[in-house]
């Protein structure tokens, strides 16, 4: 990392809300010029917390962060001039135009009026809102508003530019074109962008590094392709009705290892799960076991995640169940 500008570095840094509430719980990291960084995490894990820190909202309980030199808490004002915020919550104002929107918070920043206007048109035309500059945000699409707060933090020319969950709630294809303009603001403006995610393929897709956090810590930090070469063969999961079912199924031999999520569940690392899952199948048929549900994960981040913290990061979006689905029609073959 010596030969590269660190823009960005923590020092231990700790927030505690009243009530004890350990949200970010000693962060250390450093960011280089002209990446484009991402936490991981699920909800809860403190990474709008740690965004707040950095982009001067909050005050940390302790430790210290640097942007570009600048300490966060002593000089916040120089920080706020060269970091740019899009935070969680939108921030747009819909009884407004696109353009009004720009220029007000280009106004904030003591920017001439007609440098603003011309500023505003670039960043417009960047997200290809040129035609709706002068339309009410309250006309526009989930996407286009969302594509909108991400240039009204770039008005100042920011050298870093903080993303807090840029897709949330966006579909998949919207979220995709988000990717893209997200890249080309960080090729049109070489901006440093630091980006909080809970969605595994919004970091894998658009992160050069990744911080997996978790409870206000971070547990591992690399590129993603060094996440998941840490991680050697494919995990199998599988339910079953009973614990016993499950003690049988453990026994199975060509396995690296094995560990239990819950009592009546089996996780075990294979090589190769695509060439073990006939004999895995045989196994559990010539021995009586009956699973409920079997999933198989591949080196992805979302093991890389399984494997760091013990759980997935989001169980709720039924990833498991069209995994299932596929290996079951293979095996069927
Ligand atoms: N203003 C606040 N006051 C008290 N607790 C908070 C506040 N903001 C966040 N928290 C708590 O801090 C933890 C981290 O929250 P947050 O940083 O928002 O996580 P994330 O953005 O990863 O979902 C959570 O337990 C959350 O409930
Ligand atoms: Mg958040």
Do not use: C
């Amino acid at each position: 990392m010596s030969d590269e500008e660190i823009i960005v570095e923590t020092r231990d840094l700790v927030k505690i809300y009243p009530g004890e509430i350990k949200a970010v719980q000693g962060i250390n990291l450093q960011i280089k010029r002209g990446e484009i960084y991402g936490f991981l995490g699920p909800n809860g894990a403190g990474k709008s917390t740690t965004i707040k820190m950095l982009s001067t909202s909050i005050k940390p309980t302790s430790g210290s962060a640097t942007i570009m030199g600048y300490d966060i808490v002593r000089d916040s004002m120089k920080v706020r001039r060269v970091i740019g915020v899009v935070p969680q919550d939108l921030t747009t104002d819909e009884d407004l135009k696109g353009i009004e929107n720009i220029e007000m918070v280009a106004r904030f920043y003591d920017i001439p009026s007609k440098e603003a206007r011309s500023r505003a048109k670039e960043l417009l035309s960047l997200v290809d809102l040129s035609d709706f500059g002068e339309k009410y945000v309250s006309s526009y699409s989930g996407g286009m508003r969302k594509r909108l707060e991400l240039v009204v933090g770039l008005v100042h020319n920011p050298q870093v530019l903080f993303l807090d969950e840029p897709t949330l709630g966006l579909d998949v294809q919207t979220r995709a074109k988000m990717w893209d303009y997200i890249r080309k603001i960080r090729e049109e403006l070489g901006v440093t962008i630091i980006l909080t995610s809970h969605y595994l393929e919004e970091v894998d897709e658009l992160a050069d590094r990744i911080s997996i956090i978790d409870h206000g810590k971070i547990i591992v930090t690399g590129t993603s392709d060094e996440l998941k070469s840490n991680l050697k063969g494919d995990i199998i999961q599988v339910e079953f009705s009973s614990e016993a079912d499950a003690n049988k199924f453990a026994d199975y031999e060509d396995k690296i290892e094995v560990s239990y999520p819950k009592p009546q569940e089996v996780r075990m690392k294979v090589r190769d799960a695509d060439s073990q899952l006939p004999d895995i199948m045989k196994y559990i048929v010539n021995n009586g076991i009956k699973p409920l549900k079997l999933s198989v994960h591949r080196p992805s981040l979302d093991q890389v995640f399984l494997e760091y913290t013990g759980r997935e990061i989001r169980e709720e979006e039924g990833g498991d169940v069209r995994k299932m689905a596929m290996n079951m029609r293979r095996l069927r073959r």
